[in-house]
């Protein structure tokens, strides 16, 4: 059974829209909440477990995951041969006829003059408008420069789409691999800081490089509610971990179903949530 007919059916058992289940656009309306299927997937830029860059099936697996808004990490535009020298945010978007705004992590000068910048960064993409987007700063540890100190840097991106009238806050986020948790514990509290500037409904989607009980990770837990998929992300192949999270404000926001896509077109897999927002 598919995860959307698993969410209209626990919707139903829970009165939440009566007897039958009705489409989205009917349920905007009359103060009733709005079904909102979101994704996050570490693409591995455009490489699957095999380490070969295939884009037409990332792109078949993301068509199949069948989200209305989905966050990307590890997101190679122009960046260099490992995905062809391709735009993949963009490519992907226009696959699945969806809005991008790409946030770079990295931004570097082209190796030919006149080539487009090098860059490597998050990405989401959304069936729904995209209202604004911004790039913000967190806390990093730079893969690209010799002895590097933890410093700001861009890459956690922002965006807000209007959902059946409905703002939603929308935050893609790649933490610290490393096993040393203090630059997470940065990020973890940098995160927090930017997502309490923004008001209402919020989903956080990343990979956080930690599990669920990770100490650093706690802090989260204060304001945001974790989409328990019931199973591990990483590896794609015989996963062993969850490091990839949907997260979702307290307020204004449920979580109605989730679950892991079984696919090997990446290292890490997808997590799938459909989420109800609550109108006021």
């Not at 408008?129 to 893969?143: D, F, G, Y």
């Not at 591990?232 to 969850?242: F, I, M, Q």
Request: zero cysteines; glycine letters at 6%.
């Amino acid at each position: 059974m598919s995860l959307r007919r698993r969410t209209v059916e626990v919707l139903i058992t829970a009165g939440l829209l009566g007897v039958v289940a009705v489409p989205p656009a009917q349920a905007a309306g009359h103060g009733h909440p709005v079904l909102l299927r979101v994704a996050t997937y570490n693409i591995h830029a455009g490489a699957g477990m095999d380490n070969v860059f295939d884009l037409d099936r990332q792109a078949a697996e993301l068509r199949a995951l069948d989200a209305d808004v989905i966050g990307l990490q590890e997101v190679d535009v122009h960046w260099d041969t490992r995905s062809q020298w391709r735009d993949v945010a963009g490519e992907l978007a226009e696959r699945l006829h969806m809005r991008v705004s790409f946030a770079p992590i990295y931004s570097l000068d082209p190796t030919t003059p006149g080539a487009p910048r090098r860059e490597f960064g998050v990405a989401v993409l959304s069936r729904y408008r995209i209202v604004s987007a911004e790039n913000h700063e967190i806390t990093r540890l730079s893969t690209q420069v010799p002895d590097p100190v933890p410093a700001p840097a861009p890459g956690f991106g922002e965006v807000v789409v209007r959902v059946r009238g409905m703002p939603v806050h929308v935050y893609v986020t790649h933490l610290d691999y490393r096993g040393d948790p203090s630059v997470r514990i940065a990020q973890v509290a940098d995160t927090r800081r930017v997502m309490a500037e923004d008001e209402g409904r919020k989903v956080l989607l990343g990979d956080f490089n930690a599990e669920p009980g990770a100490p650093e990770l706690a802090p989260l837990w204060e304001e945001l509610a974790d989409a328990e998929p019931g199973a591990p992300t990483y590896p794609a192949l015989n996963p062993v971990k969850r490091i990839d999270f949907v997260a979702v404000s307290k307020d204004g926001v449920r979580v109605r179903d989730a679950a892991v896509a079984e696919t090997l077109a990446s290292d890490h897999r997808p997590v799938v949530a459909d989420l109800l927002l609550l109108r006021r």
